[in-house]
C-alpha cells in the first residue's frame, strides 16, 4: 500500500484495537477478581459466623432438629447456600438449593475453597471449614454461592467492552483519515507550486511560510535545487551566446576573404594570401575549441594530472623568460621574487604561469613591473602588476568565460577561467584582490 492517508489511517486503528484490547483485558480481570474476593470475604464472614454460633449447640443431633440455629443468618441471601456434614461426611443440613456434588475427603483441617456446577447447571463457588460443637463434636461447614449472576455480569461487561472496542476503531481510523488529508493539504499545494516551475520560470521559488515547520528544511532544499539549476541554466545560455558571438566573428572574416577571392580572377599569389589569412583564422578557431574542451574536461574532472615536486620559482622564471621580449615590446618589467617547491603538473603549472603572465603583461601600462611572488604560506604564488584601465568591482567577473578587458581579438577571454580550473584541480584556488593598487592573482596549491 503506497498511499500515506491510509497507512496512517490503518496505523490509527491497530494503535486503538491494541489500546482498547489490553485495558479491555485488564478491567475485565479486575473486575472479576475484585468480584472474586468480595465473594469470598462474605463466604468467609459467614463461615466464622456458623463456627461461632455452633459452640452454643450442644450436638448433631440438636442442630439435625433445628437447622435454623444456623440458616436463619441466610434470610435475604438469596444466592447463598449452607451446607452441614458430620465428620462421617453424612448430610447434616441439606440446602434446598441444587449445589454441586463433591468427593468427601474429610472434615477441612483449614479453611477450602469449592467449586463446581449445580444438577441444574448453575455455577456455584464456595467455602469449606471445620466447626465444632458445644460437646466438642467436629461437623464441616460448606458455605456457598450462586455465581451464575457474577458470570452474566462479566459476559455483559466483556460484550461491552468488544462493542467499545469496535466503534473506537472505527472512529479511529476514520478520524485518522480525515487528520491525515487535512495535514497533507500544504504538501499538495506544494506540490501543485513544484508543477507550475518550468525551465523559463526556474526564478520561482516554493514559498516557505505556507508549509508546517516539518517541511521548512524539505521546501529549502528544493529552492537551494532550483537556485543551482537556475544559475546553470543562465550559465548554459550565457555561455552559448557568447561562443556563438566568439565563432562568428572568425567565421564572418573566413566566409567574406573567401566570397572576396571568388569574386574575380585572381593571381596565384592572391589566392595564397587568402589562404594564409584563412589559415590564421582557423587557427585562433582551433585554439578556442581546444580551450573550451579543456575547460570542460576540468570542470567534470577528466583531466589527469601527473604530480611531482616542482621547483616554482624555477617555473617562474623559465615562464618570464619566454615572455621577455613580449614584455619589451610593452615596457613592463618582470621580477620572481622567494623560492617554493610545490607538487604539481608540470604541463598544466606552467599553463596557469603563461596565462597569469602574458594576462598581467597585456593589461599593465608602459613603465610598470610585472612580480611573481612565491608565497610559502599559501603555498602558492601571487602575480601581481598595476592594472590598466578601470576593473569591475566584482573582481570574480575577470574569471568569466570569454570576459574581456577591451582589448577584443587579442585575447578569447579564456586564460583566466583555465588557469581557475588548473588550480582547481590542484586542490587549491584562483582569486583577485586589489592590493594598494596593484591587481593580485594569488594562486594557492592544494596541501
Not at 3 to 23: D, I, N
Not at 73 to 101: D, E, K, M, T
Not at 112 to 141: H, S, Y
Not at 142 to 151: A, F, I, P, S, V
Request: glycine fraction near 8%; charge should be neutral; hydrophobic fraction near 45%.
Amino acid at each position: 500500500m503506497h498511499s500515506l492517508t491510509w497507512r496512517v489511517a490503518l496505523g490509527f486503528a491497530l494503535l486503538t484495537v491494541l489500546l482498547v484490547a489490553g485495558s479491555g483485558i485488564y478491567l475485565y480481570h479486575a473486575l472479576k477478581l475484585e468480584m472474586s474476593l468480595r465473594d469470598r470475604e462474605e463466604l468467609a464472614g459467614k463461615i466464622a459466623l456458623f463456627q461461632k454460633t455452633l459452640t452454643f449447640v450442644p450436638n448433631t443431633t440438636t442442630l439435625r432438629e433445628e437447622p435454623g440455629l444456623l440458616t436463619h443468618f441466610l434470610i435475604g441471601h438469596g444466592n447463598l447456600a449452607l451446607r452441614v456434614r458430620s465428620a462421617s461426611g453424612s448430610i447434616i443440613i441439606g440446602s434446598q438449593s441444587p449445589l454441586p456434588n463433591i468427593a468427601w475427603r474429610g472434615v477441612s483441617p483449614a479453611i477450602e475453597t469449592l467449586g463446581g456446577i449445580g444438577v441444574d447447571g448453575q455455577p456455584w463457588q464456595g467455602l469449606a471449614a471445620a466447626g465444632r460443637l458445644a460437646n466438642g463434636e467436629q461437623v464441616q461447614l460448606e458455605t456457598w454461592r450462586n455465581t451464575h449472576t457474577q458470570q452474566a455480569l462479566l459476559l455483559w461487561y466483556r460484550n461491552q467492552i468488544l462493542l467499545a472496542g469496535l466503534l473506537a476503531t472505527v472512529v479511529a481510523a476514520a478520524l485518522g483519515w480525515l487528520l491525515v488529508r487535512r495535514s497533507l493539504t500544504p504538501l499538495v499545494a506544494l506540490t501543485a507550486s513544484a508543477q507550475a516551475i518550468h525551465h523559463n520560470t526556474l526564478s520561482q521559488r516554493l514559498d516557505t511560510g505556507k508549509v508546517p515547520a516539518e517541511l521548512q528544511g524539505l521546501v529549502e532544499s528544493f529552492n537551494d535545487v532550483l537556485e543551482r539549476l537556475d544559475r546553470a541554466f543562465a550559465q548554459l545560455s550565457a555561455y552559448a551566446s557568447d561562443l556563438a558571438h566568439e565563432m562568428r566573428t572568425p567565421l564572418g572574416i573566413l566566409l567574406g576573404q573567401t566570397h572576396v577571392a571568388l569574386s574575380r580572377e585572381r593571381s596565384a599569389e592572391e589566392y595564397r594570401q587568402v589562404l594564409a589569412d584563412n589559415a590564421e583564422e582557423l587557427d585562433r578557431l582551433k585554439r578556442t575549441v581546444n580551450d573550451l574542451l579543456f575547460l570542460a574536461k576540468a570542470e567534470h574532472g577528466e583531466t589527469l594530472l601527473s604530480r611531482e615536486p616542482l621547483d616554482l620559482e624555477a617555473e617562474a622564471q623559465r615562464v618570464c623568460d619566454f615572455f621577455e621580449i613580449f614584455a619589451e615590446e610593452r615596457a613592463v618589467r618582470l621580477e620572481v621574487v622567494g623560492q617554493l617547491r610545490v607538487r604539481a603538473d608540470r604541463s598544466a603549472l606552467r599553463r596557469l604561469l603563461n596565462n597569469l603572465v602574458s594576462n598581467a603583461i597585456r593589461y599593465s601600462p608602459p613603465g610598470e613591473s610585472v612580480r611573481l611572488t612565491m608565497e610559502p604560506s599559501l603555498p602558492g604564488i601571487i602575480i601581481d602588476n598595476r592594472p590598466l584601465g578601470q576593473l569591475p568591482d566584482d573582481l570574480n567577473i575577470l574569471f568569466d568565460r570569454f570576459y574581456s578587458r577591451g582589448e577584443k581579438g587579442k585575447s578569447h577571454g579564456l586564460g583566466l577561467p583555465i588557469a581557475r580550473a588548473i588550480a582547481r584541480l590542484h586542490g587549491g584556488e584562483l582569486r583577485a584582490e586589489m592590493r594598494d593598487g596593484r591587481l593580485n592573482m594569488i594562486a594557492r596549491w592544494g596541501i
